[in-house]
């Protein structure tokens, strides 16, 4: 049995301007601040000796690895975004960036944002675009229902209002 795994979907591009910053800022800082860092104790490490059993050099190597990998990702990533910034013209209709009301079947009301798949962990009622409620939510209207498969069934959902910050 082989370890092959196949890639993953490609990943929404847009993005909003605040989720663009933040990746630009964590690139920054992980290019010019946090690598130079390690860089340097990792040189340390090595000037003691032996670096086989050295663990703080075996560690900071890897730290390396990691960081390389996440700017490597970053700069793609920066490269490949479509930052969304402004308003659509009809702002009763569900698009990218729209914070949403919807209401559950119990008539419990939760408020989302709608963002790219980069940024939809920054806070709790950001939903990434690509998710299952974003989807069913999309292009749809005030008062208009939708319909979620959730692994526990399927959850319906009237969009109670929209708009754009």
């Known amino acids: 049995?082989?370890?092959?795994?196949?890639?993953?979907?490609?990943?929404?591009?847009?993005?909003?301007?605040?989720?663009?910053?933040?990746?630009?800022?964590?690139?920054d800082y992980l290019w010019t601040v946090k690598r130079p860092k390690i860089t340097r104790s990792v040189?340390?490490?090595?000037?003691?000796?032996?670096?086989?059993?050295?663990a703080e050099y075996i560690y900071g190597k890897k730290q390396l690895r990691e960081i390389d990998y996440r700017v490597r990702y970053l700069q793609k990533r920066l490269g490949d975004i479509t930052v969304v910034d402004s308003v659509p013209d009809d702002t009763e209709c569900v698009y990218f960036g729209a914070w949403v009301t919807v209401e559950d079947e119990q008539g419990k009301q939760s408020e989302y944002r709608i963002v790219g798949p980069d940024e939809f962990d920054d806070a709790p009622e950001y939903i990434s675009m690509d998710s299952p409620l974003a989807c069913a939510l999309m292009k749809k209207r005030i008062d208009d229902e939708v319909s979620v498969s959730l692994p526990n069934g399927t959850q319906v959902y009237c969009i109670i209002a929209v708009r754009y910050a």
């Open 1 to 27: 049995m082989g370890r092959y795994r196949p890639p993953a979907p490609p990943k929404s591009k847009y993005i909003t301007a605040a989720g663009k910053d933040r990746l630009q800022k964590e690139h």
């Open 43 to 54: 040189q340390e490490a090595a000037a003691q000796g032996d670096r086989s059993e050295n």
